[in-house]
């Protein structure tokens, strides 16, 4: 939604004065007085409100474009690669000169230097090579979901889990969240570990709560 103006508060009226004469201090207590009760006191918690209010769709813009310029960065790696798709690693044998892209164990990689024999450079092992789905896109979910490498997922619906489970990790993949649903949701990490240390199964993943992580090869970091 747009960012909405705050409600219009009345000016002040002057504040009274001990120095005043003690009719002229009166009325200026009593003026006063009434704008605090009848201006100022209602249009505060609406004043508060605005402000949340605004902050919190700022952030949600802001997060829309980083999600929005990673997608476009890595959607121009994509078209790149598949303009030098050359098959699949394993039928592969001699020399292969970058740009070049392969697809090995159901993903695709790009190649970072030329390779003499390119069967001793597997790729998700030698640093030969980069995953293209590395980077990130966005998903909004509102149901239970499988995580995958290179999403960026926005929970939409309280109560629902996000499960990251299977062996499909490789290292260097990227993963995050945001939970935009209102209330509560979870996120189970099956047998992996999150910076070292077992999580809670599930783990509660509170309104506007928010995770970034990198899967290093043994945890999520």
């Known amino acids: 939604m ?5 409600p219009a508060i009345e000016p002040a009226p002057t504040v009274p004065s001990s120095a005043s004469a003690e009719e002229t201090f009166d009325a200026a207590y009593e003026a006063f007085n009434t704008w605090e009760k009848n ?3 209602p249009k505060l918690a609406p004043l508060a409100a605005n402000v949340f209010a605004n902050a919190s769709e700022t952030v949600d813009a802001t997060e829309a474009a980083v999600a929005a310029a990673v997608s476009a960065s890595t959607a121009a790696s994509q078209a790149v690669a598949a303009a030098n798709f050359k098959g699949l690693w394993p039928s592969m044998t001699g020399p292969l000169n970058k740009p070049a892209c392969v ?3 159901g993903r695709f990689w790009m190649l970072l230097n030329n390779l003499a024999d390119v069967t001793t450079s597997q790729p998700g092992v030698s640093a030969d090579w980069t995953a293209l789905n590395v980077g990130q896109v966005s ?3 509102s149901a239970n979901t499988n995580a995958v490498a290179g999403v960026f997922y926005i929970a939409t619906t309280p109560g629902i889990t996000l499960t990251y489970a299977g062996g499909s990790w490789t290292a260097d993949d990227a993963t995050g969240g ?4 209102g209330g509560s949701c979870f996120i189970n990490w099956g047998a ?3 910076s070292g240390e077992t999580p809670e ?3 509660s993943w509170p309104n506007r709560g928010r995770f970034n992580a990198v899967y ?3 945890t999520f970091a």
């Open 39 to 41: 201006e100022l006191q």
């Open 216 to 218: 290093d090869g043994s």
């Open 178 to 181: 945001r939970n935009a649903s």
């Open 192 to 194: 992996y570990t999150v």
């Open 201 to 203: 199964a599930p783990m």
């Open 139 to 141: 998903a909004r979910i």
């Open 2 to 6: 747009p960012i909405a103006p705050p």
């Open 103 to 105: 697809k090995h164990n």
